[in-house]
């Protein structure tokens, strides 16, 4: 069964619920989350604009972010997720360790992982093809080496990268609906 390339929101209802959309860098959160926020009639807010100046220097320079970095960064998202519980919307996030996303959850409990995953070569290579952003490819394996996967008691779903943006987009709006009607909280 294929996955069209549009995506079908007939079935997507009442979105109160703010989406993280996490992964390692090059997964597409970028591409994917907008067409997500799209798709369920919600605000989207790009995570990378809540980085403060001097973790967008550090990274640009090719050195990984370490905890006390990435504390004021996920304070500001969580603020956003925080001012849109149960209004909902979609914002990007690596959200690579639990401990980071149990600082987000603090601070806006809704909160819906929506894990962006893939083959690493597929990764690396669409993060070599990207221009202008300041995450080098070179970080990559930091990320992988960083990443906690979501926890069976972690609200979320898992969304291959392989195939289009709308497709990916699609099984991702799929999925999440699908957790919704199972009634997963």
Same mark, same amino acid.
């Given at each position: 069964?294929?996955?069209?390339?549009?995506?079908d929101v007939a079935d997507v209802t009442d979105v109160t619920d703010v989406i993280?959309?996490?992964?390692?860098?090059?997964?597409?959160?970028?591409?994917? =989350?907008? %067409?997500?926020a799209e798709a369920l009639g919600v605000p989207y807010a790009e995570g990378d604009d809540f980085h403060?100046?001097?973790?967008?220097?550090?990274?640009?320079?090719?050195?990984?972010?370490?905890?006390?970095?990435?504390?004021?960064?996920?304070d500001a998202i969580g603020a956003w997720a925080h001012e &849109? =519980?149960?209004?909902?919307?979609?914002?990007?996030?690596?959200a690579l360790k639990r401990a980071y996303r149990?600082?987000?959850?603090?601070?806006?409990?809704?909160?819906?992982?929506?894990? %962006?995953?893939?083959?690493?070569?597929?990764?690396?290579?669409?993060?070599?093809? &990207? &221009?202008?952003h300041f995450m080098p490819a070179a970080l990559l394996d930091s990320q992988f080496a960083t990443l906690e996967p979501l926890g069976p008691d972690e609200a979320g779903v898992l969304?291959?990268?392989?195939?289009t943006p709308a497709e990916i987009a699609g099984r991702a709006v799929a999925a999440l609906h699908a957790r919704d009607a199972a009634g997963a909280r």
């Amino acid at each position: 069964m294929s996955t069209p390339d549009v995506i079908d929101v007939a079935d997507v209802t009442d979105v109160t619920d703010v989406i993280v959309v996490m992964g390692v860098a090059g997964t597409g959160k970028t591409t994917i =989350g907008p %067409l997500v926020a799209e798709a369920l009639g919600v605000p989207y807010a790009e995570g990378d604009d809540f980085h403060p100046t001097a973790n967008i220097a550090k990274m640009s320079a090719g050195i990984p972010l370490d905890d006390a970095d990435r504390g004021p960064w996920l304070d500001a998202i969580g603020a956003w997720a925080h001012e &849109r =519980g149960g209004r909902g919307g979609v914002v990007s996030s690596s959200a690579l360790k639990r401990a980071y996303r149990d600082r987000l959850r603090a601070a806006a409990p809704g909160i819906v992982f929506l894990h %962006l995953t893939g083959a690493r070569a597929l990764i690396e290579e669409r993060m070599a093809e &990207r &221009r202008g952003h300041f995450m080098p490819a070179a970080l990559l394996d930091s990320q992988f080496a960083t990443l906690e996967p979501l926890g069976p008691d972690e609200a979320g779903v898992l969304v291959d990268v392989a195939g289009t943006p709308a497709e990916i987009a699609g099984r991702a709006v799929a999925a999440l609906h699908a957790r919704d009607a199972a009634g997963a909280r």
